[in-house]
T-cell receptor
């Protein structure tokens, strides 16, 4: 496979369920991102991992828990979500310089459409 | 704070018409990058262009062209002779100065373009 893949593509879960979203990038990049896309709102950056370390956490509720076991894989663990968490969750990756200062484009996966009942 | 404004929520054109999507940004950084992404119905954001703040030359790529005007903080995108396949949501984004080791994009709310026969 090429590019950035995400599974599952669609997920319906109850508020008491625990589920995980998976993202895999095949581009050899060293940074990965989780975004939330809700209707009529800008894309919201949730988490950033660079060289497998979390470098950004935009005040995301603790019911969202990211995990980056290696530079190619990124997970988003979900538990006790609320209906307002229903959205498209997008994963992205980019190649960044170790010392910072790069502005490389991010490559996105197709997203997981999450519905919380 | 960084901000990207795409005032046009939705645009509808007939095939073969030219269409311009507006993007206005705000930043205090002197070095920054601007991006355009396309999001077709499949959900994946597709990278179209990256432009740095020191390069105000307009760019043309096939039917696509971009007009960067630093004086008005605008980075507009024109599709010439639009086609039905151009129907998508288009996002303008601004990259912040790296404070960590990964780039951060601020997205506009997007413009939905509908091209009909």
């Amino acid at each position: 496979e090429t590019g950035v893949t995400q599974t599952p593509r669609h997920l319906v879960m109850g508020m008491t369920n625990k589920k995980s979203l998976k993202c895999e990038q095949h581009l050899g990049h060293n940074a990965m991102y989780w975004y939330k896309q809700s209707a009529k709102k800008p894309l919201e950056l949730m988490f950033v991992y660079s060289l497998e370390e979390r470098v950004e956490n935009n005040s995301v509720p603790s019911r969202f828990s990211p995990e980056c076991p290696n530079s190619s894989h990124l997970f988003l663990h979900l538990h006790t979500l609320q209906p307002e968490d229903s959205a498209l969750y997008l994963c992205a990756s980019s190649q960044e310089l170790a010392g910072g200062g790069s502005y490389n484009e991010q490559f996105f996966g197709p997203g997981t459409r999450l519905t919380v009942l | 704070a960084q901000k990207v404004t795409q005032a046009q929520t939705e645009i509808s054109v007939v095939e073969k018409e030219d269409v311009t999507l507006d993007c206005v940004y705000e930043t205090r950084d002197t070095t920054y990058y601007l991006f355009w992404y396309k999001q077709p119905p499949s959900g994946e954001l597709v990278f179209l262009i990256r432009r740095n703040s020191f390069d105000e030359q307009n760019e043309i790529s096939g039917r696509y062209s971009w007009n960067f005007q630093k004086s008005t903080s605008s980075f507009n995108f024109t599709i010439t002779a639009s086609q039905v396949v151009d129907s998508a949501v288009y996002f303008c984004a601004l990259s912040e100065l790296n404070t960590g080791t990964a780039s951060k994009l601020t997205f506009g709310t997007g413009t939905r373009l509908q091209v009909t026969l």
